[in-house]
């Protein structure tokens, strides 16, 4: 009997995990839109739990092999946004990007996400480009529904200089 009440409590435990988990992402993502839309951003530096993350390009003690703020390391970054991308099919806004990383389960950290993602895929700009008017997309990879043709010289992820 002590074995069903440990497994129901270890299910129902799974399941709120889940529901917050999801309510955070959720708040995370009103956050983001709040700070696009409101053209400012949300005060969260004196928050418990929270650590601000700055998002400048080549900061010491900030190099890109390092997660900083629960988010993602540069070459982890590089990585899933390339599968994400190609999973969606076509380019995507940052918001969108987002939106995908979280439906993932995966956080890009910092304060404001939306800004570190945008740094990120500007370092990454050798390998992931922006496409005007469509959106973000793997350098590399062909996108008919756009008409986006690599030039010969894109760079794959990953590869070597």
Known sequence: MKDNVSDAAVRRAIQRRQELEEEIRQIDLFLSLYERFAGQPVAVRNL?????????????GSPDDIAVGGGMTQKDFIELARELLLEIGRPVNGPGLLRKFHEKGRRIG????????????????????????????????????????????????????
């Open 48 to 60: 418990p739990g929270t650590e601000l993350q700055e998002s400048g390009e080549n900061e010491p």
């Open 110 to 161: 910092g304060a404001d996400e939306m800004k570190n993602l945008t740094t990120k895929v500007w370092r990454a700009r050798d390998v992931i480009i922006k496409i005007p008017g469509a959106g973000y997309w793997p350098a590399d990879v062909p996108c008919p529904a756009v008409s986006y043709v690599p030039p010969k010289n894109a760079k794959k992820e990953g590869a070597e200089e």
